[in-house]
């Protein structure tokens, strides 16, 4: 996990172009309907910039589908059930050198999941926790990950797609982690297409890309476009694509929801400084229902 201390440079600040992008996705080499190429054509065709295949338990090599215009990072997904705190996890790794996951490292713990994906040079995501199960001690028992899906479109299924309450609970004890979208597609009917990262970094090679990841210089969605996040000593200023619903959440009580009149929407947002205490991340919720999640911050008192 990521310490309290906050980058210089905010993905609405830093220099670059924003890139599209999907970090959990499967195909015929594990329980994926479609072959490799087929699977990264389906997110080319429509006009993603990068993806990961990150096929169960060892990496597919998809080194010959990228080129200047379309990037794939190798990826691969661990799985394990900890025996010790009866309690399942699942964690994407991306920007990997190719690997397979150990047998015995099924039993558990988590931990070796996450190590094993940084020994190989990634970025380790924890998948979809409210559909395992999770609560906040079982993901905090884990350490040395960059994030974790707020959004799982597969987990739509059996009603468990969202994990914020999760990702609050870590960012009230004082850890930055970021939140991610993703499709973990497997049929590509209704699990693709439906959530994804925009990350804005300096050119699409995959070292920009995971720097940028690394430096929280992107925001999660299913649609909306999160525009800017600027705090001042006064107010936070928010400025999106059209919106029925702004959300700057903070800690516990504090934060504040502003909604467009019906029939009406929103593009920005000015709300006072003091409705935000330990921290800030915004969600934006579209006339669809579509969210839009930005990175959080943590605020001086």
């Not at 059930?81 to 988590?110: A, K, L, M, N």
């Not at 205490?277 to 669809?288: G, I, Q």
Request: charge should be negative; glycine fraction near 10%.
């Amino acid at each position: 996990m990521q310490s309290s201390k906050q980058p210089a440079t905010s993905a609405f600040t830093a220099p670059g172009n924003w890139y599209r992008g999907n970090l959990h996705m499967h195909s015929t080499e594990s329980d994926g309907s479609l072959s490799p190429a087929d699977a990264i054509a389906w997110y080319r065709e429509r006009g993603y910039d990068f993806v990961s295949l990150t096929d169960h338990r060892a990496t597919t090599q998809t080194g010959q589908f990228s080129d200047e215009r379309f990037l794939v990072i190798p990826g691969i997904e661990l799985d394990c059930v900890d025996p010790e705190r009866d309690i399942g996890y699942h964690i994407v790794g991306f920007g990997v050198t190719p690997f397979s996951q150990p047998e015995p490292t099924r039993r558990g713990p988590g931990q070796q999941l996450v190590d094993q994906i940084r020994a190989h040079g990634g970025l380790a995501l924890m998948a979809h926790p409210y559909w395992l199960g999770q609560e906040g001690a079982d993901i905090l028992a884990v350490t040395g990950w960059t994030g974790l899906e707020v959004y799982n479109a597969t987990c739509a299924r059996p009603g468990k797609a969202y994990s914020m309450v999760q990702w609050d609970r870590i960012l009230d004890r004082g850890h930055l982690i970021y939140g991610f979208a993703t499709d973990d597609a497997h049929r590509y009917e209704d699990d693709a297409g439906k959530g994804w990262i925009m990350v804005k970094a300096p050119a699409l090679t995959a070292e920009a890309i995971l720097e940028a990841i690394r430096r929280g210089h992107f925001y999660a969605t299913q649609g909306p476009s999160i525009l800017d996040v600027r705090v001042d000593e006064e107010a936070v200023h928010v400025h999106t694509s059209p919106v029925v619903e702004i959300r700057c959440i903070s800690n516990r009580g504090r934060g504040l929801v502003v909604a467009a009149e019906p029939g009406a929407v929103l593009t920005s947002v000015t709300v006072p400084r003091s409705r935000i205490s330990k921290y800030l991340r915004v969600e934006c919720v579209d006339a669809e229902g579509r969210m839009a999640w930005s990175q959080p911050q943590f605020l001086a008192s």
